[in-house]
């Protein structure tokens, strides 16, 4: 090992302090830094390190496929990363108390063991390495105070230390290093704020793009983007219900519209009690239907798709659930897949009265619709003949479009779309529609959400990709809110003529990992007997190949035998010949060669010479020879041999009947 | 893969990482790997924390690379440089380095910088990949094989050696290695020294330019001493044309004077002692000369090199202080180089195998032509072909129908099957050893 004592210990440590494992930690520091004091060392022969690689390598796949199939994939890799010190500890400890105190190469890389080539020359100390990965994991669980810089320094300073150059100044190396240490430190402030300025630039021109996590109190419309606003194809929501689906899912409501972003006003989000396995939302009632959802949740939290209507959900495994005066429901402390059930009914739910808010128009487009309001003679009518005129005023002269040309900087990309392109995506459609029932008198709000409308053979189950988000308004008729989407008919065509070629093999490996998180997530009876079995199963697997062939004597054998590979002429008669030369009190030393040894039995006397010196060869031969020996030879071999043992037999028992 | 972007890649990988090497300790290099490392941790400073790792690894680096480069060490080197080194074998030689500086210099490593060895597109794509089992699967599908084969033709291992303290002024001989892969003439470029910087990550370098070659002789293989059965044979023009220097020639004795001997053959003492002419008797030159004939009329790569190394051994193993051996080939034209006798030993044709490249340009014949020309005065022939073909068989039966004992071996590549051919020993590429300990 070619650190310092302590450091990779202090590391390892570190990692369990900031992981939350430090008993883990405590345990592979003891075990790695015990080296110090336990003079032992075995002989660990390549095969058995490559054993140990093999655990590492299946220890670190099952994580991997576990962290990929329980987290968001954009989290999923740092989740695996904190576990690395323990995925890799099998071989530094093996490493630790080795005679070589090193791995070879071949160990490590399963090609490399079945190469013909000799990689036994080729050794890796892994300490350094390892020392790296645990300050690299410690940092994955990401525990923000100054104590991280201050332990990554003074573990690095420590390692450095001791492999400082011979006869550098100590003055010299301390300088320096604090020098860089407190650079570091300024760097890492500047590299924060850079990622921030980065991500607010990043958000200013790719938005749209990538929509960002729904949020009850706000959005931020696209209506002023430039170009082809671009969707994902990823599924967000999935949906399984008897007969036909609920059009639209409802995810977050907006009263008040600012500048290009539409705001939840006065509606805070309240906690709603638990009554037995789900929470009600509104009252029970008559014929209401059920939808199976499924949408995942990185974050641990987020807003609940749901059909309009919905008055209760079940089975879903949170913590909390709040919902607005609006009707935008949020769960908090739940896993990164949700599954839960929706009780709804085509009558609306009770989404609040209308107050003054819904009523709410922006200065500088209340003259233009009020305007625009007047011409379509919108007031005074009823509201649902002024909802009715608004949606036919929508659904003539204007087209769908995700695509919008530069526009000019000064005009107003509502009023352009209003009044001018009348081209515009479904954000500019329901916040027309709003603003122009607003004018009308009638009370509006904005809803975004998700339009259901493909049905996944593979998954049998409706699904809601990120560019099937949608937003439509809400009108209150006098008795209830009612559902105005006046986007026109089609949209979803244009939506889809984006998909990429190789979405259908997309689909299926996003089908696989939802079904894994969905069981890793399920409910513990599902999944407890059959994970503890599988992890079971894996242990004894790895155990049975760790110790497989590994006992003391199977060891030992080896190496003895170690070098000549399957032990050729192994069944050679010379062997009995030295048995019994042996027993004549003429046994071969260890040091000795065999031409040594035979010419010492030739002076002895008592022994056919040249027939001795004869089997020798062939057995040497038989032995050593690439090419081995012919069968005319072998047979040589074997009768000389014989010959030997049989001129023996008598002579020895002579001379043992003669000592007596 | 396409050849031209792995030639990319390869180029710059070839000249990146030897520059990390040079300039960064084995810590350094530990460190930059922690470098590149916290970097893809630490993409997202809001889920991680490694950020703080890279900022704090890139200041250490970023200062020890400007330490070590504001002070490099002054020093002045010599190299002591033997004329010849073998493929494969290690060299050792001296090279001394001189303190010229005014502190005292610590930790100094000094080593050997060989001429670029990156092979060009052209020769990459027309390069072949290497039989060599080091290379898995992957680096056959990338084409780093043929990469990694064409650098090591070109260059060779070299060590780093360590330099003891040295005060301002001090000087010391350091013992530095060098090893070969292939034969042919070897150019060093320069040697560099390098000193750590405080902080032990990076180094200070001083290369100075010293431009030597060396000659790397073939690989030579051990070979039983053959007893070719060919008797001496007459050579004309006797001892004259086979010892380097004088007309020497065998005296055997004296006899009296028969008309028609020549005057200058007389022995005037004896005549003086004996009171009648005698004449001084010369033995007829007859000596042993074998002829190792080397078929070049082949692709370069590991079959040529391989039969270039079977016929150096032969060419160490068949020489004795008796006897002659005509090395023959055909390079632009048909050479023979004749050793033994005076005319130069082992070494002389060592040397020429060392330099000798496959023929292109011409036709087997020229060799056939060449032995067939010689064979009245061989005792022996060993004949090291490249492959097995009616031309090459013709050769041998013919030789062999002349008497003469002939000694053939064929050299096929890694995996090829056998061509049996009576009195033809085949022996295969990596296995040539083996192949030859069959020679009895």
């Known amino acids: 090992m070619n650190l310092s004592a302590g450091v990779l210990g202090g590391a390892l440590l570190f990692w369990g302090w900031q992981s939350g494992l430090l008993m883990v930690g405590a345990l592979l520091a003891l075990a790695i830094e015990g080296r110090r004091w336990v003079g032992t060392r075995w002989t660990i022969l390549p095969e058995h390190f490559g054993r140990i690689s093999d655990l590492s390598a299946v220890l670190f796949l099952a994580m991997a496929v576990y962290a990929y199939a329980t987290s968001d994939p954009s989290r999923a890799f740092l989740k695996l990363s904190i576990w690395q010190p323990v995925v890799f500890a099998p071989l530094v400890v093996a490493q630790a108390y080795s005679v070589e105190g090193r791995i070879h190469l071949s160990a490590l890389f399963v090609f490399l063991r079945r190469s013909d080539h000799d990689w036994s020359k080729l050794s890796i100390d892994l300490a350094a390495g390892f020392f790296v990965l645990c300050l690299l994991a410690a940092g994955a669980a990401n525990v923000r105070t100054p104590a991280f810089y201050a332990a990554v320094v003074t573990l690095t300073g420590a390692a450095l230390w001791g492999r400082r150059p011979a006869g550098a100044s100590g003055v010299a190396w301390a300088a320096l290093f604090v020098s860089a240490a407190a650079l570091g430190w300024a760097g890492q402030l500047g590299l924060n704020q850079l990622q921030a300025a980065l991500e607010r630039r990043a958000a200013e021109f790719v938005f749209g793009v990538s929509r960002p996590e729904a949020d009850a109190n706000r959005t931020t419309t696209a209506l002023g983007h430039i170009g082809e606003l671009q969707q994902s194809d990823d599924i967000v929501v999935r949906l399984t219900t008897e007969g036909a689906p609920p059009p639209l899912l409802r995810v977050a409501v907006y009263n008040r519209f600012a500048g290009l972003r539409w705001e939840a006003r006065h509606s805070p989000m309240i906690a709603i009690g638990r009554y037995g396995p789900g929470w009600d939302l509104a009252p029970p009632r008559r014929g209401a239907r059920r939808a199976t959802l499924s949408t995942s949740m990185p974050g641990g939290t987020g807003l609940l798709p749901l059909p309009p209507g919905a008055f209760r959900i079940e089975n879903l495994s949170a913590a909390l659930v709040g919902r607005s005066r609006l009707g935008a429901l949020r769960a908090d402390d739940v896993p990164p897949v949700v599954v839960y059930d929706a009780h709804y009914t085509a009558s609306r739910a009770a989404d609040g009265a209308p107050d003054a808010d819904d009523l709410f128009l922006p200065n500088w487009h209340g003259a233009s619709f009020k305007k625009l309001a007047h011409e379509l003679k919108l007031e005074p009518r009823k509201p649902s003949e002024t909802i009715g005129r608004v949606r036919v005023f929508f659904g003539r002269g204007f087209a769908y479009s995700t695509y919008r040309e530069a526009r000019d900087p000064k005009a107003d990309p509502l009023e352009e779309f209003v009044f001018k392109t009348r081209t515009g995506h479904c954000e500019h459609f329901a916040t027309s529609t709003v603003l122009l029932l607003r004018a009308a008198g009638v009370p509006a709000r904005y809803v975004t959400g998700f339009s259901v409308q493909e049905f996944s053979r593979l998954e049998n189950a409706w699904v809601a990709r990120g560019r099937h988000a949608h937003a439509w308004a809400l009108a209150w008729t006098g008795k209830k809110w009612l559902e105005v989407d006046t986007t026109p008919a089609g949209w979803e065509d244009v939506e889809a003529s984006g998909a990429s070629a190789f979405r259908p093999m997309l689909d299926g490996l996003a089908w696989f990992s939802f079904r894994v998180s969905r069981w890793w997530w399920g409910p513990e009876g599902e999944r407890g007997p059959l994970a503890w079995a599988a992890v079971a199963l894996l242990f004894a697997f790895l155990v049975w190949r760790l110790l497989r062939g590994a006992t003391a004597p199977a060891v030992a054998a080896k190496l003895k035998g170690r070098g000549a590979g399957p032990v050729r002429g192994a069944d050679s008669e010379w062997y009995g010949v030295e048995r019994t030369l042996a027993a004549r009190g003429l046994g071969r030393q260890d040091w000795e060669t065999n031409a040594a040894w035979v010419d010492r039995v030739t002076k002895a006397g008592g022994v056919d010479a040249a027939l001795l010196r004869a089997a020798a060869a062939l057995h040497a031969r038989y032995r050593f020879d690439p090419e081995g020996l012919d069968a005319e030879s072998r047979e040589r071999l074997r009768k000389a041999a014989l010959s030997l043992i049989s001129q023996q037999a008598p002579s020895t028992s002579q001379g043992i009947a003669g000592s007596r | ?440």
């Open chain 2, 1 to 440: 893969m396409n050849d031209r972007l792995v030639h990319f890649f390869l180029r710059g990988g070839g000249r990146f990482f030897p520059w990390v090497r040079r300039r960064f300790t084995p810590v350094g290099q530990t460190a930059l790997a922690g470098l590149l490392a916290s970097a893809v941790w630490g993409v997202d400073t809001n889920q991680s924390m490694a950020y703080q790792g890279f900022t704090f690894l890139a200041s250490l680096l970023l200062l020890a690379w400007a330490c070590a480069r504001l002070r490099p060490p002054k020093v002045k080197l010599s190299r002591r440089l033997p004329r010849f080194a073998t493929a494969g074998e290690t060299i050792r030689y001296g090279i001394a380095v001189e303190n010229t500086g005014g502190r005292p210099l610590q930790g100094l490593i000094v080593r050997e910088e060989l001429a670029d060895p990156r092979p060009s597109y052209e020769a990459f794509h027309a390069a072949e990949d290497p039989p060599d089992a080091r290379f898995v699967w992957l680096d056959r599908f990338l084409g780093y094989s043929r990469w990694r084969r064409l650098v090591e033709i070109k260059t060779a291992g070299t060590e780093e050696s360590a330099v003891p303290d040295l005060a301002p002024g001090g000087e010391a001989v350091v013992d530095a290695g060098l090893k070969p892969r292939v034969r042919g003439r070897l150019s060093l470029e320069a040697a560099v020294v390098a000193e750590p910087e405080p902080l032990g990550l990076a180094r200070g370098l001083t290369a100075r330019v010293m431009p030597e070659s060396i000659l790397v002789l073939p690989k030579r293989y051990p070979v039983p001493r053959l007893a070719l059965e060919g008797s001496r044979r007459y050579q004309p023009g006797g001892v004259a044309l086979a010892a380097s220097v004088g007309e020497s020639q065998e005296f055997v004795g004296l006899r009296d004077y028969r008309p028609g001997d020549p005057p200058r053959r007389i022995h005037w003492r004896s005549w003086a002692k004996t009171g009648r002419p005698i004449i001084k008797e010369n033995q007829d030159e007859y000596f042993v000369r074998h002829a190792l004939a080397l078929d070049t009329f082949g692709a370069p790569g590991e079959v040529f090199e391989e039969a270039v190394s079977v016929a150096a051994s032969f060419a160490c193993s068949t020489l004795t202080q008796d006897s002659l051996l005509d090395l023959l080939f055909v390079g632009g034209e048909a050479f023979c180089v004749t050793a033994g006798r005076g005319q130069g030993g082992a070494d002389r044709l060592l040397e020429v195998l060392a330099t000798v490249n496959p023929c292109s340009g011409s036709s087997f014949d020229r060799l056939a032509a060449s032995v067939l020309r010689r064979r009245e005065q061989l005792s022996g022939c060993i004949l090291v072909l490249l492959a097995l073909d009616d031309e090459r068989r013709a050769l041998v039966r013919r030789l062999r129908a002349s008497g003469l004992p002939v000694t053939a071996l064929v050299v096929r590549p890694r995996g090829a099957r056998e061509e049996r051919e009576p009195g033809v020993l085949s022996v295969e590429g990596g296995k040539i050893a083996e192949g030859l300990a069959a020679l009895r």
